[in-house]
């Protein structure tokens, strides 16, 4: 089956890291530039990195909330993507999604996992 | 950073209704633009890409279109499992941005 499942999230405190893992199957993960993206409670979705597959240099790309703090990587041969988050702030509390970019240079993303909880609180 | 903005932020259409959703990008973002279904506690859902291809398995009454900066999401005839939250989002620039979304209820 064709998917992608998160996992690492949980309560945090502020100021502290944490570190999103998102495990792909039933596809070639190192043919897919993947994204991560979040929902706040009451909000809309936001894009929050992402991480061009090896063909296209396997660099990254990060929303200005998030740039300098998270970190998108990629391991083509576990096939998962990594959101490493630091200095973790109470405004980054969200349920947390990758995704697969449809492929070439389309940048829409056909597939989602189903998301995982990260609450930022003391 | 592109602002995209939707409209109207709630639609109210009765069934077998035909339901027009808009997209308005802050730029120019040539036809480089998805929109989404989001159902209460499933995950987002690719519907259109590149302004107006729908993806794989995608009904055809689900139709798009627009460039540059106007778009639109057009329903044909709503059924049952078609109200949810609605959102497009550019990806012609970094950052990618999403609109704040549409929820289309039942009348």
């Known amino acids: 089956e064709v998917q992608l499942v998160e996992s690492g999230g949980g309560l945090v405190q502020p100021g502290r890291s944490l570190r999103l893992s998102c495990t792909a199957s039933?596809?070639?993960?190192?043919?897919?530039?993947m994204s991560w993206f979040r929902q706040a409670p009451g909000k809309g979705l936001d894009w929050v990195g992402f991480?061009?597959?090896?063909?296209?240099?396997?660099?990254?790309e990060y929303a200005a909330s998030v740039k300098g703090r998270f970190t998108v990587s990629r391991d083509d041969s576990t096939s998962i993507a990594y959101l490493q988050m630091n200095s973790l702030k109470t405004e980054d509390t969200a349920v947390y999604y990758c995704?697969?970019?449809?492929?070439?240079?389309?940048?829409?993303?056909?597939?989602w996992g189903q998301g995982t909880l990260i609450t930022v609180s003391s | 950073e592109i602002v995209v903005t939707q409209s109207p932020a709630t639609l109210s259409v009765s069934p077998g209704e035909r339901a027009t959703l808009s997209c308005r990008a802050s730029?120019?973002?040539?036809?480089?633009l998805a929109w989404y279904q989001r159902r209460p506690g499933q995950a987002p859902r690719l519907l259109i890409y590149?302004?107006?291809t729908r993806s794989t398995g995608i009904p055809a009454r689900f139709s798009g279109s627009g460039s540059g900066t106007e778009f639109t999401l057009t329903i044909s005839s709503l059924q049952s499992e078609d109200f949810a939250v609605y959102y497009c989002?550019?990806?012609?620039?970094?950052?990618?941005?999403f609109g704040q979304g549409t929820k289309v209820e039942i009348k």
């Open positions: 989002q550019q990806y012609n620039n970094w950052p990618r941005t």
């Open positions: 730029q120019g973002v040539n036809t480089n």
């Open positions: 590149g302004s107006s």
């Open positions: 039933g596809f070639t993960f190192g043919d897919y530039s």
């Open positions: 991480i061009r597959s090896k063909a296209y240099g396997g660099t990254t």
């Open positions: 995704g697969r970019d449809l492929g070439g240079l389309v940048g829409a993303t056909d597939l």
